[in-house]
């Protein structure tokens, strides 16, 4: 897609490390706003500034890295890359979809549950996904819910999104529940949201996962995710895990 300069600016102290508070300003058209990084619908609706801001300025490199460790993984397993039905959570404009097809996953699903993350994805990059549901993963519709059922996916991927209110344990569960077993899932999440420290339940979620034979890890990657703000790394971990059996709503 065509990249637009955008004057993009910094408030001068950053307290808000936790990726949550951050946010920055943009002048357009002679007028300055302030828009916080998770006001994704703003974002969206301003083709380009999401790559401008989270790729150009911040040096995320997040679904690269994660689609190059579950390409790896194949490549060592008998799965065949183009056998991919993937579903791509929080898919927003179509990054994470991009960098599957790259490695040359068969159809790629996009599901977000903001409507202009599905704008923008078609806007941008209409090739991507064969399809894109705007839908929450607690409360599908009827007709979503059956669609999905049917998809037969074999694959999720989740980006930037997991330990942050944006997919929230039961959304996780639910969308991990879509996928055949086995299964493939690949993911990242901040470093910190994968050791006992943590108090948003995906630590002990995914560990129990694991203990109870839902969820095995196959590849963990420690890297830098993106730049703070005043140019601190912030580590993720990109993991690939094979799908078992579905989480029981007993487990949450």
Not at 60 to 78: Q, R
Not at 199 to 224: A, P, Q
């Amino acid at each position: 897609m065509e990249q637009n300069n955008f004057n993009i600016t910094f408030p001068e102290v950053n307290d808000a490390h936790q990726g949550t508070g951050e946010h920055f300003f943009i002048e357009r058209d002679g007028e300055k706003k302030k828009i916080i990084y998770h006001d994704y619908d703003k974002i969206y609706s301003i083709p380009g500034l999401y790559e401008e801001l989270f790729y150009d300025k911040l040096k995320c490199d997040s679904p690269a890295v994660v689609a190059k460790i579950l390409n790896d993984f194949i490549k060592d397993s008998p799965i065949e890359t183009s056998d991919l039905k993937v579903l791509d959570i929080g898919a927003g404009n179509g990054i994470m979809g991009e960098e599957l097809k790259r490695i040359g996953a068969g159809p790629v699903i996009g599901l977000d549950i903001i409507e202009e993350a599905a704008d923008s994805a078609l806007r941008d990059r209409p090739e991507v996904y064969e399809d894109y549901y705007v839908a929450d993963l607690m409360d599908l519709e009827y007709k979503d819910e059956k669609s999905l059922e049917k998809a037969d996916f074999n694959c999720m991927t989740i980006i930037a999104a997991l330990g942050f209110d944006d997919i929230p344990p039961k959304a996780f569960a639910a969308g991990f529940n879509l996928i055949s077993s086995p299964g493939l899932f690949a993911f990242n999440i901040k470093e910190d949201f994968m050791d006992n420290k943590d108090k948003t339940g995906f630590c002990k979620l995914i560990s129990k996962m694991v203990d109870e034979d839902i969820l095995e890890i196959k590849k963990r990657h420690h890297y830098r995710h993106r730049l703070l703000q005043d140019g601190t790394p912030l580590y993720y971990y990109a993991v690939v895990g094979e799908k078992k059996r579905d989480i029981p709503e007993s487990m949450l």
